[in-house]
């Protein structure tokens, strides 16, 4: 089964929109969810960090996390904004246009940017070094894809102007 163009489109248009509604909506739990986090990580008892066992995370680390997860929801709901203006210009037809690129360039910055702040999370949070490495293989592959429609724009431009 194949969905046509335009309907695929829109399915994207949808599945970004609820994504940032998402992201929005997740700013107001994150003081909820970096506690859960803490919670269950020394659910068991106790970790080993460094060679010393620990039980808990300082109040200045506590503060990190939630800054931190405040900065991430911030880069995604950035995502989703760029992802949206991209996905309105190939609604237009105007594909291969600078602005296309730039939002692919954003994008591409904001997952290597993501891979940053969950990598200092994997810190605390062992599991979030994956996440950190999805997040900029993501980054990487949409670089390329950057770079293609970098590409492909040039050769539009150019042949637009011959004759």
Known sequence: MKIDKRSSVYISAGLTAISMLMLIAAMFYIPLLCDTMVARHFE??????GGQIIDSISPAAEMLLKAM???LDVLGIACCA???GLIV???RAEVFTDMSVFFLRVISWLCIFASLGFSFIGLYFTVSFFVAFAAAFFGIVIRVVKNVMEEATSIKNENDFTV
């Open 69 to 71: 997860l405040y900065v």
């Open 82 to 84: 760029c992802l949206s």
């Open 89 to 91: 210009k190939i609604m």
């Open 44 to 49: 068991g008892g106790e970790a080993i960090r």
